[in-house]
């Protein structure tokens, strides 16, 4: 990777000239391939400039989805190791679900700038517009059983909302099980798939989209996007995806070793300090019956339990939830 | 398929010849063409008589896994009304498996005559020597959320044992979680594999491996066959592995459509008549442990309950058993 060897040279040296003659040295290359790799980054949409005498310096970096951009600095030992980014693919979560099926090692990850065929939770279309998204998708090989695939989602949605409330400064919350609102609207949706025996979990794949400076007119009713949210608050910047990929990779990993090392215990109690709705009153909705009741608490499994206007307690493992105003 | 109408009639008249003229009538094609079918069914391996002046009558028929074998007299709504087979094979899960993903419907069965890489739990090995057993995979698609796929696996064990019980007329027991036993011995496998989001099945592929007609010189060691179990009681016949296959998906589709219908509930109470070992001291081995105890219950999600001497009761929803005598 010799385009990435030449810009973290330039990357240590953000205020500096470097000169040819030492790039020369440091990278062990030519002038003249300098010159092409500087030519190719700068089609990337890195801005260098190059001044006689003085030599390269780098004065802009794109907040395009890059393997390298992502990685440097990402501070993890599993997660994001190896990033695949493609421009356009028809879901991140089917092609990382054959690759894991082809034997890919834990923590690499998926990234695209555009899905054309986005999905989320029980077959639902992930809207997923280019460039202005995070839809990233990760090969993970717990030691679970398959019963256990909820706290993968739980330890997912709270590594996302930690994420995005770091990077936003926004009130980021959880809604049951696996949806980020920002003001009560949806910014992020988790799609957990597996592929797994009786007793044992193959593979999951962790699929995250996050609407980030996503215009509203090309998003869904009823949700939205960091940006828009931070547009009511004043902010009219971008948030920069790079970083807030690198973020969630992070919260990921260390999320993921905590469940590892100590059990579900902590994660779940976390996942309750950023619930939207522990307390308040919901509506159910199955695929054969609705019910309301109380949103009381979250199962050691990560079902949640709903205790009905007759006292009666419900465990919830799938459908869908309403908060009720 | 003109093969399996020429045989069907043949078969609906057993003691009796048809003659060509009546056969050309009834399956209305030409007499030339008829000696082509003939001759491709002999190929296959039915024994077919042609009597001068009185046509033709199926004297024989093989014990192959010839789709149409299979089907004939099968007596179910959705399992194996369409059957592919193969003479050799990886692993008929792993095939099923990636119709499944292609979005082949629930009910289809694969089967071979050999497996090169048959699997069995835990990514272990399963023997599949070549037309002595049954290596079946079935589609399915039911509505259920993940940790609901062990209920699958003993509903498959009991169905399995059922069957071999009224072909073989040997005591065949169930071993937690998809064992099943003659005279202590394993004779069969179930490998339930499938892909699932967080809160909903997506497929499951029932895998099921029987050792049929095995000789013992093929079998691995501690295991045996159906055969070689009724040779001890002095039956030296072969088993009809078609006949088996079909009381195996009649079964099958027995228990599936009675835990659609009315819950897991009466499919426990006959898993639990067929074990071997509840009531039985045994011992639990553990990816980080051991221990042993009294096999005492199943959960109703279909983990086994054993007391430990201290008298405490664990969950086991994966692992292996060993009986201890």
Redesign the interface.
């Known amino acids: 990777m010799l385009d990435e060897k030449i810009l973290n040279i330039l990357r240590n040296r953000p205020d500096d000239y470097v000169s040819g003659e030492e790039l020369c040295k440091l990278a062990d290359i030519s002038r003249a391939a300098i010159w092409k790799h500087i030519e190719k980054l700068r089609d990337e949409g890195y801005k260098i400039e190059a001044a006689p005498h003085l030599g390269y310096r780098l004065v802009g970096t794109p907040d395009s989805l890059i393997p390298g951009e992502i990685r440097w600095r990402l501070n993890t030992k599993i997660l994001g190791k190896e990033v695949i980014t493609y421009k356009k693919i028809d879901s991140t979560n089917s092609l990382a679900y054959s690759l894991a099926e082809k034997g890919v090692k834990e923590g690499v990850v998926i990234l695209a700038e555009e899905q054309t065929k986005g999905r989320g939770?029980?077959g639902r279309q992930w809207s997923s517009p280019p460039k202005t998204g995070i839809y990233l998708s990760c090969i993970l090989r717990p030691?679970i059983?398959?019963?256990g695939?909820?706290k993968?989602?739980l330890l997912a949605a709270v590594a996302v909302a930690k994420s995005v409330r770091e990077l936003s400064g926004l009130w980021a919350v959880i809604k049951w099980?696996?949806d980020i609102l920002i003001n009560g609207k949806k910014v992020c949706g988790i799609?957990?798939?597996?592929?797994?025996?009786?007793?044992?979990v193959n593979f999951v794949i962790l699929g995250i989209g996050v609407n980030v400076n996503t215009p509203l007119k090309v998003i869904p009713k009823g949700a939205s996007s960091i940006k828009e949210e931070m547009a009511r608050s004043g902010s009219l910047a971008d948030i920069s995806r790079i970083e807030l990929t690198r973020r969630i990779l992070e919260n990921l990993e260390e999320y993921y070793i905590l469940l590892k090392n100590r059990g579900f215990g902590p994660i779940m109690d976390i996942w309750k300090s950023f619930s939207a709705m522990l307390g308040s009153r919901i509506k159910v909705i199955l695929?054969n019956k609705t019910f309301e009741g109380l949103a009381q608490d979250i199962d050691d499994?990560g079902s949640l339990i709903v205790r009905r206007d007759s006292g009666i307690l419900e465990k919830v493992?799938?459908?869908d939830i309403v908060m009720i105003r």
């Not at 799609?191 to 044992?200: G, S, V, W, Y």
């Open positions: 939770r029980l030691k059983v398959p019963s695939i909820p993968i989602t099980p696996n799609l957990t798939e597996m592929k797994a025996e009786q007793d044992t695929q499994d493992s799938s459908g």
